[in-house]
């Protein structure tokens, strides 16, 4: 089993290998943790394609050691200005895949702009040459993304220009092939000589809805060139004796800290760790923070969510003396996909937190034209119901899953962590911040103990808690017994989803943690 890497002065974790040591490689040249989160980023992009991408959205907590201070990014884009739920008329829901799942601009590249204009001390062009050099001469096609291409190749074939980069000569690359995205490579490229307006303003805006209005596309270059970004003030709890910070709304990270502040009532010295109590309890609680969350979250702008309430230690106080220590209860259940967590602390105790998605695996399953950008299909989760709080509307910001985390202690980061799994985030999230602070694991152990997922499904609902057979026989036979309705799933089974963590111990030591689920890796001096 995978042991936490320690680094004594700076720390890269990343779902995949390459893009944790491009993240090394700027810190190596004199880049600071922001020009190295950008970098993970863009690199990200180019050898993690089925789970993020240009094409994307991405949230980021910051901390500047220099002033103390915590910032959020929110680079999450918002419907098109000719978006309604009459262009849905006659449909359910908005279809998960295809042209018309693409109803949001892209915000990942424009995040990547404000984080180097703000903190960096290295060029756009400088940090995303890793990812250059790998779309341009290729990497070895890695096993999580044979798998994910596996399973959707009937979504990947329905659209040319997306078979041709990814199923070359129809057929799936094999695990260790070199993979080669020259489109990509020649989008990077204009970006890091014309920075975030080529994306948004210039040939590639134009050239990206060009495509998409060709597929019938209600985006205009106008919704491209009327994007922006924004820093905002996270919103933060606390949990025993340590700070905890997420990303405010649209960003379900909210839940993370009211989930915690239901298990602050729980004395976990008398839970061991791994039985039928703690994996009920984290279950339930869960389930309570989920229901809350799925009536109030959407675009801020367009809701007045009750944060202050959500998040008192009163209320959660009420949420806990509810939960039934014996038997499951029945919530709305939550929906999952995919993405990819990131983080990064440098020499000088400079931190980020940041996670990045296309939402489901592949995105859309539409590439734009010859840019080589795979789009997102984020918009989708908008309800076409006028009366959900979450409704369609114009130029709006949709319920976002991602969740960068980050908790403080004496006023300094301590642990920086996050998942992939869309809305399983808070979950994996909840288990892996309870094994660090309640049971003082480190973070590779907290990563390898066995998971669950409650109700994660595509788009499907579900009331199934998906559980590792790792996980002991009684507690299992408990959880059916207290009427979870169980699936028995493999010892690192893919719908966990993969997470990463970052450690900054007592001595200044970071330990750094990757999910075995998947192809990622610590690198740490």
């Known amino acids: 089993m995978n042991q936490s890497i320690i680094g004594t002065k700076q720390m890269v974790v990343s779902p995949h290998y390459l893009a944790s040591m491009a993240g090394n490689q700027i810190l190596q040249k004199g880049g600071n943790a922001f020009d190295a ?9 180019v050898v993690y394609p089925h789970m993020t991408g240009l ?23 918002r419907s098109g200005g ?17 042209i018309e799942s693409i109803i949001t601009v892209p915000g990942m590249v424009d995040s990547w702009d404000a984080l180097l204009n703000e903190y960096g001390s290295m060029t756009l062009a400088e940090v995303l040459e890793p990812a250059i050099d790998y779309a341009k001469h290729g990497f070895p096609f890695s096993e999580d993304q044979h798998y994910n291409t596996k399973i959707n190749t009937e979504l990947l074939s329905k659209t040319p220009i997306t078979s041709d980069i990814y199923m070359p000569n129809g057929k799936i690359p094999e695990i260790g092939e070199r993979f080669i995205q020259k489109d990509l490579a020649r989008t990077l490229t204009t970006i890091s000589e014309y920075g975030r307006d080529a994306f948004y303003k210039g040939e590639i805006a134009q050239a990206i809805v060009s495509y998409l209005q060709g597929q019938g596309s209600l985006l205009t270059e106008e919704d491209f060139a009327s994007h922006h970004g924004e820093w905002v003030t996270p919103i933060s709890s606390t949990y025993r004796d340590y700070t905890m910070y997420q990303v405010p709304p649209n960003s379900q990270g909210f839940i993370g800290l009211l989930v915690l502040n ?6 976990f010295g008398k839970i061991k760790h791994g039985s039928f109590e703690y994996y009920h309890l984290l279950v339930e609680a869960l389930k309570k923070g989920i229901h809350e969350r799925n009536q109030v979250l959407t675009d ?26 014996s038997s499951s209860e029945v919530q709305s259940p939550s929906m999952g996909s995919d993405t990819a967590y990131a983080a990064v602390v440098d020499k000088e105790g400079n931190a980020v937190s ?12 539409v590439v734009a034209g010859n840019t080589g950008i795979i789009m997102q299909n984020r918009g989708s989760f908008f309800s076409l119901d006028p009366d959900h709080v979450n409704t369609l509307e114009p130029n709006k ?35 892996i911040i309870t094994r660090m602070i309640d049971y003082g694991m480190d973070p590779q152990q907290a990563l390898n103990e066995p998971r669950f997922v409650w109700g994660r499904t ?18 299992i036979e408990g959880l059916k017994q207290a009427k979870h309705q169980v699936k028995i799933v493999g010892s690192f089974d893919k719908v966990m989803g993969q997470a990463q963590a970052i450690l900054i111990d007592e001595q200044g030591f970071l330990k750094g943690g990757v999910d075995p689920r998947g192809n990622g890796a610590s690198v740490g001096i």
């Open 354 to 365: 940041f996670i990045q998605s296309l939402y489901f695996e592949y995105g859309s399953g």
């Open 82 to 98: 000719k978006v309604t739920r009459e262009t849905f008329a006659g449909n359910d829901r908005i279809p998960f895949r295809g």
């Open 37 to 45: 989160a950008v970098a993970v980023s863009g690199c990200l992009a």
């Open 397 to 431: 910001r949709t319920f976002h899953t991602l969740m960068p985390a980050m908790a403080c202690k004496d006023g300094k980061p301590r642990i920086l962590y996050g998942t992939q799994g869309g809305e399983g985030q808070p979950q994996t999230q909840t288990a």
């Open 55 to 77: 094409g994307g959205d991405s949230f980021w907590l910051a901390y500047r050691n220099k002033d103390k201070t915590i910032r959020a990014y929110n680079g999450s884009g």
């Open 458 to 475: 595509w788009g499907e609902e579900t009331q199934e808690l998906n559980i590792e057979d790792r996980v002991g026989e009684t507690s």
């Open 300 to 325: 801020p702008e367009f809701f007045d969510i009750p944060l202050d309430h959500l998040l008192s230690k009163t209320f959660a106080k009420e949420l806990a003396s509810s939960i039934d220590i």
């Open 262 to 267: 239901i298990l602050e009532n729980y004395d």
